[in-house]
C-alpha cells in the first residue's frame, strides 16, 4: 500500500501515517492539496493530512478540500495523536535569538516563548522539520527550533526543553484519506459540508432543525469557511454512520428541503468516531437489569453507542462476572434490596471502576457503597426520576448525589444524560430524600387516602364524573395513576424514605389544624393559609403553574381517543 502523507520527513503527520498500515511505503507531498490530489488520481491508496488541533481547531486548508474533492478523497478514518512539542538547537539556550518552526507550532508555545525567549524573533517554516534542516545546514547557533523530541533528535539537535506546549495534553486529529467510506463500526461519525449559493434569514436555524429536532441527532463539530465570494460553507461532523437510517434520512431531508435554495450537500466521510479526549467508559453494567427499567437502561447506553451487560438473578452473567467486565455499574434493583446487594457485591470492585444506584431514596444506599466498594473506586448516587414508559430523554429529571468518590468517571456518566437532553440536578443524598419524601411519599400517602374515601363514600369512581371540576379531575388522573402501579413499589419508598415519615407527620398536623377550624364553621385559617403561601410561593411560580393547567385543560376537554 502506498500512504501519502503531508510532508517533509520528520513531522507529526508522518508518525499518523505509519500507523495507517504496517509495511506501507509512505510518500512525502509538499501540500495538503497535493496529498488530496494523489489520493484522488489514485496516485496513493491513503492519504494522511491534518484535520483539527485540540487548540486551534480545523485546519481550514484541509476543509476546503474536502469540500473540493469530495466523493473522490473521502475520510475513511479519524487518527488521534498526542502533540508535545520540544525545543531543539546547537547550542544551549542562552545563545538563542531566533525561534524557527510551522506557524501552528509556534502558537502553541507561545506562553513558554514570552516566559523564556521574551525577545527572540519568531520565524515561520514551511513545517517543524524544514526549521530542523535550516539549522542544521546552516549550522545556526544562535537559532532553535519546535518539534516533537524524536525528530530533534534524529537531526542531531540537543533537547533544551521538553513539552513547552501551553496545553500539555495537546492532541491532533489526522484524516486519513481514500476512495470509499469506512464500514459501519455502532460508533461512528459522518461528515458533510453545506454550501449556501445565496443567504436568507433563517436558514442555518432550518439546517440544525432537521438534524437536530426531527432526526434527533447530536452534532460533534459544525465550522465555517468563506467561499471567496461572500458566502460561507457549513462544515458539520454528525454521530452516526452513513449508513444508519436517521443519518442517511436527515442526508436525504437537507437535500429535499434546501434544493430550492441552491445549496449543495456533500458528504465527505464516513468512519469511526475518535474524539480527542476519548472516554474512559465503554461497557456499562446493570445489576437488575432484566425489569422494565434496566431493559430501559440497555435500550439507552446501547444506543448511545456503549457496551451494556446485564445480570439478575437468572441470567448466565453473574454478578461477579458483570462487574469485573464493566467500567460503571448501576445496581438496579428494588429498594428493599438494594442495600444487600450492595453488601454483597462491593468486593468484587476494583479501582478505577464507578458503581452507582438508581433509587428512589439515596441515604442508606450511597452510605452503603462507600462502606462496601474498595478505596479507588468511584461512588455515585443516581435517581432518573421517570419510568421505563419514557422514549425521549429530554426534559426528563435525573438527580445524581455526588461524594467525596465521586471523580472523572462521575461526571462523564452524568455526561450521558446531559448530552440526550435531561435535566440535570445535583444534590445531597439527605436533601434528595426529602424532596422525594414530598414528591412521592406524601403524594402517595394523600392519594391512596382520597382513593379510600372516594370508594367508601361514593363507590362507583364513574359518578364522580358529571361532579368533577378541573382541578378535582387532575386529582382524579393522579390518583388513578398511583393506584394503577405497584403496591409493593409503593410500600417501599414509605418504609426506606427516613424522612417520610416526618413529611406525613407534619402534613397531618397542618391538615389537623386547619380542618378543626372549618369542621367549626371558621374559615379564617383557611383563608389566611392560603393567602400566606401565595405569597411566599410568588406570583412567577403561581403564573407558571396556571399556564400548565390550561394546557391539561384544553386536553382534558379532548376525546380521550385522541
Avoid at 516563548?113 to 534542516?133: D, G, I, R
Avoid at 438534524?211 to 454521530?239: A, C, Q, V, W
Avoid at 450492595?342 to 428512589?360: A, C, E, H, M, Y
Amino acid at each position: 500500500m502506498r500512504v501519502g502523507f503531508l510532508g517533509p520527513e520528520g513531522t507529526y503527520t508522518e508518525e499518523a501515517a505509519k500507523q495507517v498500515a504496517g509495511g506501507a511505503v509512505l510518500i512525502p507531498y509538499p501540500s495538503i492539496d497535493a496529498v488530496f490530489e494523489a489520493v484522488a488520481s489514485r496516485e496513493v491508496t491513503r492519504g494522511v493530512v491534518p484535520l483539527e488541533s485540540l487548540i486551534q481547531g480545523p485546519v481550514t486548508e484541509t476543509l476546503d478540500n474536502l469540500f473540493q474533492y469530495a466523493g473522490r478523497a473521502n475520510i475513511i478514518d479519524v487518527l488521534v495523536l498526542p502533540i508535545q512539542h520540544a525545543l531543539g538547537a546547537l547550542t544551549d539556550k542562552s545563545q538563542i535569538r531566533r525561534i524557527l518552526s510551522k506557524d501552528q507550532a509556534l502558537k502553541q508555545c507561545s506562553l513558554y516563548l514570552q516566559q523564556e525567549f521574551p525577545q527572540a524573533q519568531l520565524v515561520e517554516m514551511p513545517s517543524t522539520t524544514a526549521a530542523m534542516e535550516e539549522i542544521v545546514r546552516h549550522q545556526l547557533t544562535d537559532a532553535a527550533a519546535i518539534g516533537s523530541e524524536w525528530a530533534l533528535q534524529a537531526y542531531g539537535l540537543r533537547i533544551l526543553d521538553r513539552n513547552i506546549g501551553n496545553v500539555k495534553h495537546n492532541k491532533t486529529r489526522f484524516a486519513v484519506l481514500g476512495d470509499r467510506y469506512h464500514p459501519r463500526t455502532g460508533n461512528d461519525a459522518t461528515s458533510l459540508v453545506i454550501y449556501p449559493h445565496r443567504d436568507r434569514i433563517g436558514l442555518l436555524e432550518e439546517i440544525l432543525s432537521i438534524i437536530s429536532r426531527e432526526y434527533r441527532l447530536n452534532m460533534s463539530s459544525i465550522h465555517s469557511r468563506p467561499d471567496t465570494k461572500g458566502g460561507f460553507r457549513f462544515y458539520i461532523e454528525l454521530e452516526g454512520h452513513l449508513e444508519d437510517a436517521a443519518v442517511s434520512g436527515c442526508i436525504q431531508a437537507l437535500q429535499k428541503n434546501l434544493v430550492r435554495d441552491e445549496i449543495e450537500v456533500k458528504v465527505f466521510g464516513a468512519y469511526p468516531r475518535r474524539i480527542f479526549n476519548e472516554p474512559r467508559i465503554k461497557t456499562i453494567g446493570i445489576i437488575g437489569g432484566t425489569g422494565e427499567m434496566g431493559q430501559w437502561f440497555q435500550r439507552f447506553f446501547t444506543t448511545a453507542g456503549y457496551t451494556v451487560l446485564i445480570s439478575g438473578r437468572r441470567t448466565p452473567l453473574t454478578y461477579q462476572q458483570c462487574i469485573e467486565q464493566s467500567d460503571v455499574v448501576i445496581i438496579n434493583v428494588p429498594i428493599r434490596h438494594t442495600v444487600e446487594v450492595i453488601q454483597k457485591v462491593g468486593k468484587f470492585f476494583r479501582p478505577g471502576q464507578l458503581i452507582t444506584d438508581n433509587t428512589s431514596i439515596k441515604t442508606q444506599p450511597v452510605q452503603a457503597m462507600l462502606a462496601a466498594v474498595p478505596e479507588g473506586v468511584e461512588v455515585l448516587g443516581m435517581h432518573t426520576v421517570f419510568g421505563p414508559a419514557v422514549e425521549d430523554l429530554r426534559h426528563q429529571n435525573v438527580v445524581f448525589t455526588y461524594t467525596p468518590r465521586s471523580g472523572e468517571l462521575a461526571q462523564e456518566f452524568e455526561s450521558i444524560f446531559y448530552k440526550y437532553g435531561a435535566r440535570i440536578t445535583r444534590t445531597t443524598p439527605e436533601y434528595h430524600d426529602q424532596q422525594m419524601a414530598f414528591h412521592q411519599n406524601l403524594e402517595h400517602f394523600t392519594k391512596v387516602v382520597l382513593a379510600e374515601l372516594l370508594r367508601t363514600r361514593f363507590g362507583d369512581p364513574q359518578v364522580m364524573t358529571s361532579y368533577s371540576s378541573p382541578n378535582s379531575r387532575i386529582s382524579l388522573i393522579t390518583m388513578g395513576r398511583i393506584l394503577s402501579g405497584d403496591p409493593d413499589l409503593y410500600a417501599e419508598i414509605q418504609e426506606y424514605n427516613l424522612q417520610g415519615a416526618g413529611m406525613i407527620r407534619e402534613y397531618l398536623q397542618i391538615a389537623e389544624r386547619i380542618g378543626r377550624e372549618l369542621m367549626e364553621r371558621n374559615t379564617e385559617a383557611f383563608r389566611t393559609s392560603m393567602t400566606q403561601s401565595a405569597t411566599a410561593l410568588g406570583k412567577e411560580f403561581l403564573t407558571e403553574m396556571l399556564t400548565w393547567s390550561k394546557v391539561i385543560q384544553r386536553r382534558l376537554s379532548e376525546p380521550l381517543s385522541e
